[in-house]
């Protein structure tokens, strides 16, 4: 910035004016990208220097100029300056008492300058010339560039609201609107609520202290929400858009290395059929002649061949003759293996039939034995009681042959004791 201090320093001397020494010290201590002269006085030549400075200037982002007392003359030269600025996007110009001379000036300035985003005017008097401010309103709706404005404290009539309304059907880029402590009323706040419709950028108007009806602010905010709504949707449809942007760049410059490198590898390709080429051109003469070196072989071995196919076909004739015995044979083999399973069918099945009656057989001749061993055990059981029937007959037989040759000894006896000789 010491450029733009010692251009400030030629400027006045060319014109006669002495440069103003707070000025120069800000000047001096001016921050990188802004430039802040709030409460300095600013004299006519000061702003006109000045205003030739930032018709040309590229460097200054913001300027604030509040409280700096400006003249009517004053702040149109630093406007007509500003008017071509190309850099400065935030304007501060609260409390400098603008009228009717700076509203028109202000209402060029927003049709002509194209890049300021934000503009503070609190504290002025934009509202009470309202042919000035219409002017001012003009300028507003031609602006393309301008995101923020502070009218706040501006004497701005129902007139001046409606002047205001037009500005807004027109403008498409006005994001955020300060009305606050003016004189609006309800016939301004209709204006304001009845163009908003037809604005779909503007997402933040504050209308406080203006004796607005609550109905209508609470219009006004709905339509404010409407628009915030909008707003947050187009951002992010324009950061996927700024997404999708950066991947089919990105998608270009890939498409773009790998067509250079498809190039490349096509050149090397090429060079390479090329040397392939001019190899394989040798590599043919050289092969003609090992052809034209074999074609005398393969005369020859023609005529070996012509000898081969002549045994070859009395081989085929041998090949058929002993197919056909091959195809008897096979059937006689089949015909046997049928008799033979025929054969084996009848053997099973009489083989079946002797297991069968056997069984049977079998089963007659258990239950036969069963038969003949309860008969046994029958037997056996009446010998076991005829045995001991005999054996009590015996007993019986005993006891009374006992019994009996007891007696005819006591008979004996008896006779001995009754003959002679006894007596």
Not at 85 to 98: A, E, I, R
Not at 205 to 231: C, F, K, S, T, Y
Not at 256 to 266: A, V
Not at 292 to 299: A, G, L, V
Request: with cysteine; net charge negative; hydrophobic share 35%.
């Amino acid at each position: 910035m010491e450029e733009f201090r010692r251009s400030y320093n030629r400027l006045c001397e060319e014109s006669g004016a002495e440069p103003q020494e707070a000025v120069l010290q800000q000047l001096h201590q001016l921050p990188k990208g802004g430039l802040d002269l709030t409460t300095q006085s600013l004299t006519v030549e000061t702003c006109r220097a000045l205003g030739k400075l930032l018709h040309k200037e590229t460097l200054l982002k913001e300027l604030v100029l509040s409280d700096c007392m400006l003249s009517e003359e004053g702040s149109t030269l630093l406007f007509q300056g500003l008017c071509a600025n190309t850099s400065v996007q935030h304007l501060d110009l609260k409390g400098n008492n603008l009228r009717a001379t700076g509203a028109e000036a202000l209402g060029k300035l927003l049709r002509q300058n194209k890049s300021i985003q934000s503009l503070t005017l609190e504290w002025n008097n934009l509202g009470t010339w309202e042919d000035a401010f219409a002017t001012f309103c003009g300028g507003l709706a031609a602006n393309s560039a301008l995101r923020q404005l502070d009218l706040r404290n501006n004497q701005i009539s129902h007139k001046g609201a409606e002047e205001l309304a037009l500005a807004l059907k027109g403008n498409t880029t006005l994001q955020q609107l300060d009305l606050r402590w003016n004189n609006i009323g309800l016939l301004g706040g209709r204006a304001l609520v009845n163009c908003l419709p037809s604005n779909r950028t503007l997402w933040k108007l504050d209308l406080a202290g203006n004796n607005i009806p609550g109905d209508i602010l609470r219009a006004v905010e709905q339509a404010m929400d409407h628009n915030q709504d909008r707003l947050t949707a187009f951002r992010e449809n324009q950061a996927r858009t700024k997404i999708l942007s950066k991947e089919v760049q990105h998608l270009q410059e890939e498409k773009s290395k790998q067509f250079l490198d498809l190039m490349e590898t096509i050149d090397k390709q090429r060079e390479e059929m090329a040397r392939d080429s001019r190899a394989s051109a040798v590599r043919v003469g050289q092969l003609q002649e090992a052809l034209n070196e074999r074609q005398s072989i393969i005369n020859a071995l023609k005529a070996k061949l012509q000898m081969t196919e002549a045994a070859l076909a009395l081989s085929e004739q041998k090949v058929r003759d002993l197919g056909e015995l091959l195809v008897a044979g096979d059937q006689e083999r089949q015909s046997l293996s049928q008799r033979h399973e025929k054969e084996r069918k009848l053997e099973r099945q009489e083989a079946a039939d002797r297991e069968s009656k056997l069984l049977r057989d079998l089963s007659a001749a258990s239950e036969k034995n069963l038969l003949l061993r309860s008969q046994v055990d029958e037997l056996e059981r009446k010998a076991r009681s005829q045995q001991e029937q005999l054996f009590l007959t015996k007993q019986e037989l005993t006891n009374t042959s006992a019994e009996l040759k007891i007696r005819a000894i006591q008979a004996e006896g008896g006779s001995y004791d009754s003959s002679p000789g006894g007596e």
